[in-house]
């Protein structure tokens, strides 16, 4: 094991949990590229592949609730890394899979882990940005999305080579595993109460620990709505209710991600000069502003644009709603996270099904306004978050 002193500690966790953050996004993002070519390789229809598909959201709902008690039991740092192994380890199932059942039993594997991964990361993060004294989280996410564009880029190279499914995965899953394996050498030693804050160690009645993780988890969940619909329904919107042109489809997506990734990549400065629930409650303003105006004012730039002034509007919303989970006083490390990480993933299921229902109903642009609705939620259940005294 590498000798790290112990100044240099958290510098090298830091280091080491934002490797993680990057390893889970380019993992499953490896995958997404070459689903054409699994429904085709197992003669599938559009309904069998996306049942397939379902899977992960489905794994990640009946695993999420267990993260917890696996942070308490073994520590996150033990958890992050390992669950991460397995879930590269669990590409070669999915790049080997010979049957539809094969391929959605490893997706399903893959949500179960990737949830637990995420619970048990977002803890030692945490851990490490006690440490720091400042903010930091918001850095992780933001390479978390890095992680994500490397590894659809990487698969979308292998698939233009046409690199035998198979092998692509395999060489992601040794290359993402190694990796991982590394950082195990550099997180922070001993367990996760070790620097807990005192308030966090208390006990509070149950009845308020349950408000306050319902409070924290919708307020996760609106800014996972925002986020998912873009993905969902954008590309829709811009080409059956705007007329754009096929090239062009993906943009109110790509403009999301790319401005949400800048927003966490810099967010960390505006919550420790601003504090969390106000840079939430501005970020919810500019997703009721720009989204309700490109709705009012349909057009391909106007909702572009919205759609990036949104993404950058959510880009801290998640991480202060796990600082703050993990910070409810009464609850073991990570069981916090972990509660609020399965109820955001419940909202968001919920969420495509009501815009398409009132998209029947009455038209998409209606449906879409959900993402001001959010935006709305955002404004109100930010007075969950702590608001810590302005920093010099």
Same mark, same amino acid.
């Given at each position: 094991?590498?000798?790290?002193?112990?100044?240099?500690?958290?510098?090298?966790?830091?280091?080491?949990?934002?490797?993680?953050?990057?390893?889970?996004?380019?993992?499953?993002?490896?995958?997404?590229?070459?689903?054409?070519?699994?429904?085709?390789?197992?003669?599938?229809?559009?309904?069998?592949?996306?049942?397939?598909?379902?899977?992960?959201?489905?794994?990640?709902?009946?695993?999420?609730?267990?993260?917890?008690?696996?942070?308490?039991?073994?520590?996150?740092?033990?958890?992050?890394?390992?669950?991460?192994?397995?879930?590269?380890?669990?590409?070669?199932?999915?790049?080997?899979?010979?049957?539809?059942?094969?391929?959605? *039993? #490893? $997706?399903?594997? /893959?949500? =179960? &882990?990737?949830?637990?991964?995420?619970?048990?990361?977002? !803890?030692?993060? +945490? @851990?490490?940005?006690?440490?720091?004294?400042?903010?930091?989280?918001?850095?992780?996410?933001?390479?978390?999305?890095?992680?994500?564009?490397?590894?659809?880029?990487?698969?979308?190279?292998?698939?233009?080579?046409?690199?035998?499914?198979?092998?692509?995965?395999?060489?992601?899953?040794?290359?993402?595993?190694?990796?991982?394996?590394?950082?195990?050498?550099?997180?922070?030693?001993?367990?996760?109460?070790?620097?807990?804050?005192?308030?966090?160690?208390?006990?509070?009645?149950?009845?308020?620990?349950?408000?306050?993780?319902?409070?924290? *988890? #919708? $307020?996760?969940? /609106?800014? =996972? &709505?925002?986020?998912?619909?873009?993905?969902?329904?954008? !590309?829709?919107? +811009? @080409?059956?209710?705007?007329?754009?042109?096929?090239?062009?489809?993906?943009?109110?997506?790509?403009?999301?991600?790319?401005?949400?990734?800048?927003?966490?990549?810099?967010?960390?400065?505006?919550?420790?000069?601003?504090?969390?629930?106000?840079?939430?409650?501005?970020?919810?303003?500019?997703?009721?502003?720009?989204?309700?105006?490109?709705?009012?004012?349909?057009?391909?730039?106007?909702?572009?644009?919205?759609?990036?002034?949104?993404?950058?509007?959510?880009?801290?919303?998640?991480?202060?709603?796990?600082?703050?989970?993990?910070?409810?006083?009464? $609850?073991?490390?990570?069981?916090?996270?972990?509660?609020?990480?399965?109820?955001?993933?419940?909202?968001?299921?919920?969420?495509?099904?009501?815009?398409?229902?009132?998209?029947?109903?009455?038209?998409?642009?209606?449906?879409?306004?959900?993402?001001?609705?959010?935006?709305?939620?955002?404004?109100?259940?930010?007075?969950?978050?702590?608001?810590?005294?302005?920093?010099?």
């Amino acid at each position: 094991m590498p000798e790290i002193t112990a100044d240099r500690r958290p510098v090298a966790a830091r280091l080491a949990v934002a490797a993680l953050f990057l390893v889970n996004g380019a993992s499953f993002a490896s995958v997404v590229p070459r689903y054409p070519e699994l429904k085709d390789s197992l003669g599938l229809s559009n309904a069998a592949l996306g049942a397939a598909i379902a899977g992960f959201p489905l794994g990640g709902l009946v695993a999420g609730l267990l993260a917890g008690a696996l942070v308490a039991r073994w520590g996150s740092a033990r958890v992050a890394v390992w669950g991460s192994v397995l879930l590269a380890a669990d590409l070669v199932a999915i790049g080997s899979a010979a049957r539809w059942w094969q391929l959605a *039993g #490893a $997706l399903f594997l /893959a949500g =179960a &882990l990737d949830s637990i991964v995420d619970v048990a990361m977002n !803890a030692h993060g +945490l @851990r490490v940005q006690r440490r720091y004294g400042r903010s930091i989280v918001n850095s992780f996410h933001g390479l978390w999305s890095v992680g994500a564009i490397l590894g659809g880029l990487g698969g979308s190279l292998a698939a233009g080579i046409s690199a035998p499914l198979p092998v692509h995965l395999a060489g992601a899953a040794v290359v993402l595993a190694a990796v991982a394996i590394t950082c195990r050498w550099f997180l922070l030693p001993g367990t996760d109460d070790a620097d807990r804050a005192e308030h966090a160690l208390r006990t509070r009645p149950r009845a308020a620990v349950l408000v306050a993780l319902l409070a924290l *988890g #919708a $307020l996760c969940s /609106a800014s =996972a &709505l925002v986020e998912d619909t873009a993905a969902s329904w954008g !590309a829709i919107y +811009l @080409r059956e209710s705007l007329g754009a042109a096929p090239a062009a489809a993906g943009l109110v997506f790509v403009a999301l991600q790319a401005a949400q990734t800048v927003g966490r990549l810099t967010g960390d400065r505006l919550v420790d000069r601003f504090g969390r629930r106000t840079v939430a409650r501005l970020g919810g303003l500019l997703v009721v502003v720009a989204v309700g105006g490109a709705l009012w004012w349909p057009s391909l730039p106007t909702t572009v644009i919205g759609f990036a002034i949104a993404g950058w509007g959510i880009a801290t919303v998640i991480p202060a709603g796990f600082h703050a989970a993990d910070t409810v006083p009464g $609850l073991p490390p990570g069981v916090g996270i972990a509660v609020v990480g399965w109820l955001y993933r419940v909202g968001v299921l919920a969420g495509p099904p009501i815009t398409g229902l009132l998209a029947d109903a009455v038209s998409l642009r209606v449906g879409l306004l959900v993402v001001p609705a959010a935006g709305l939620l955002i404004i109100l259940l930010a007075a969950r978050l702590p608001q810590p005294a302005r920093s010099a």
